[in-house]
């Protein structure tokens, strides 16, 4: 009897640590194009929707391409000066944890050639199959650590509820 409550309730722990938990997407500029001359990335930004917490990745060839972030005027000019940050990796991933519109061009001149990209970062979305989540929706940001205190709340009363029985059963 014990063994099985316990179970059901590290079932239900991680169900409810799994609607908790908002999973961050890593959004690949260019898909499989990647970061090169001569693609529209407004085209590629205007297919996704980007979330607090979501990475955006840049795959190129590190010897001839690189990034910047810059503002909307180092966009529009392709102008690097004043620069909010740079990689040269090849393979960068960029950590979007800010609700704001972020800019990020090449820096060698290609971004005359198209190699700009500009995106708009939503709040997280509240998880609507989640009662519990909803009820936080008012939360900027962080739902993910609003939810959980709510989600440990809801545990303990299941945890009593589930003792009770448990014990309930043991008297009989
Ligand atoms: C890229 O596509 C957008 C949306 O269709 C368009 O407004 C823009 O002019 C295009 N940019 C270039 C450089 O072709
Ligand atoms: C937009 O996304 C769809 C589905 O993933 C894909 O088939 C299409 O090629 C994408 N279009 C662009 C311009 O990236
Ligand atoms: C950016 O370019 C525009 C014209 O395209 C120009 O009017 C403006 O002065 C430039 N800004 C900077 C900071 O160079
Ligand atoms: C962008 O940064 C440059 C250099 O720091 C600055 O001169 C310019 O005013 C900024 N533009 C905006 C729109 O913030
Ligand atoms: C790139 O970023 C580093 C810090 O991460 C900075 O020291 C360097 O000056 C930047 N390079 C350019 C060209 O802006
Ligand atoms: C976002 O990430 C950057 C570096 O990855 C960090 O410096 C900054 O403090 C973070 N901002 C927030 C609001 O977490
Ligand atoms: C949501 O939050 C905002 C600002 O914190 C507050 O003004 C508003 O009343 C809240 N709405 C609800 C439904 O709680």
Known sequence: MLSSTTNLLLRVCSVLLVLGTVAATDHIVGANKGWNPGINYTLWANNHTFYVGDLISFRYQKTQYNVFEVNQTGYDNCTTEGALGNWSSGKDFILLNKTQRYYFICGNGQCFNGMKVSVLVHPLPSPTASPVAHSASNSTGAAGL???????????????????????????
């Open 146 to 172: 609003v939810v959980l205190p709510r989600g440990v709340t809801g545990l303990r009363a299941l945890a009593v509820a589930l003792a009770s029985i448990w014990l309930g059963y043991g008297w009989i």
